[in-house]
DNA sequence: TGACGATGGTTTCGATTGCAACTAAACAGG
DNA sequence: CCTGTTTAGTTGCAATCGAAACCATCGTCA
């Protein structure tokens, strides 16, 4: 064998790139699967999508809130908050107040009726959280739960510095 | 204390939902990082989505195969397949052949671009996913595997479960 | 004060998505 | 055979998404 056809070799037999062991495929799917399990929760009942789930328990969780600060929070764009608050206000569950301190931004927070909802659907979820990982061996969850810290800080360190790469 | 007041208390504090602890909603953020990180390898070198990427690694796997095959191995929809096929076939990078004892159907394959596009994308991302499981305490990787495997099937049950209720 | 860059938030626009309807071919079962 | 049903795959359509442009306001510095 030579140099040439070892380097055309496909790839060593051990190494092959399986797509149902690849973690970040494994991860998008669970996620996926996971994130529409939960949906069936809220989506029927209440007509709402994620973004405004999550708009909904960060203000059930802080109160009072920037579209900022939800979306830094939350891990969500800036015009997907934006639209998520738009529709909850037009449905009367989040009402904006004007910062008279600075006009640009706006705070936000749940009406009554918001509260009720929050209220109704913040065990449920709790509760459904708690059956997913009930199916999870005990002796794992804390693993999952450090896996999961490491993986995010992880990919999105190597996002950051492939960021300001290209953004030279 | 009445257990009126008791019932309309918003929630027993130890149960609060916090978004950032919440299991969901983690696992959707650290998917949707790593799934992003993953694609700078692909998506700025090859012009390709992760649905192309799918069926790109599913057919270097498996060598030939229907796009009904590659959607149930890829956990994708049929629609979503159907346009990745289309344009990588337009790139020449997969080829079509009709099976002749089923008209409907097509064995989808590589071309020699597509495999030469393959076998030098596929140890870069097994690498990559190399490197990220090495973010993960070595103690807490078999866990990690277990727990994304309970938690996707679990999952995907309630939501079969739901649907067939819904379906009825 | 007044000009300029930065910031919070909205809007516009093109791309991607999934559902539903559709086409074409296979497979009943009479 | 024909007829109705199922299946593989594509396409039309409406909803969603994110990047970029935009708007209004703020802070800074001359």
């Known amino acids: 064998m030579t140099n ?7 790839e060593r037999p051990e190494a092959a790139l399986k ?3 690849f973690l970040p495929y494994r991860l998008n799917v669970c996620a996926n699967l996971v994130s529409q399990a939960l949906s069936r929760i809220y989506a029927d ?3 709402i999508g994620v973004p405004e789930w999550r708009v909904l328990v960060t203000l059930g969780q802080f109160g009072m809130m920037t579209a900022k600060g939800i979306g830094g929070h939350s891990c969500m764009h800036k015009t997907k908050v934006s639209r998520a608050v738009a529709l909850l206000e037009r449905r009367k569950l989040v009402v904006r107040r004007a910062n008279r301190a600075d006009l640009r931004e706006a ?8 509260r009720d909802i929050y209220n109704e659907l913040a065990p449920i979820a709790l509760d459904f959280a708690q059956k997913l990982l ?23 360190q190597i996002t950051d510095i492939a960021n300001s790469r290209g953004g030279r």
Chains 1, 2 share one sequence.
């Open 4 to 10: 040439e056809s070892a380097q055309k070799a496909p």
């Open 19 to 21: 797509l149902e062991e």
């Open 45 to 47: 009942r209440y007509k």
């Open 107 to 114: 705070f936000l927070s749940l009406t009554p009726a918001g």
């Open 134 to 156: 009930e199916s999870v061996d005990a002796a794992d969850r804390a693993a999952l739960d450090r896996a999961l810290s490491k993986l995010t800080e992880r990919s999105s």
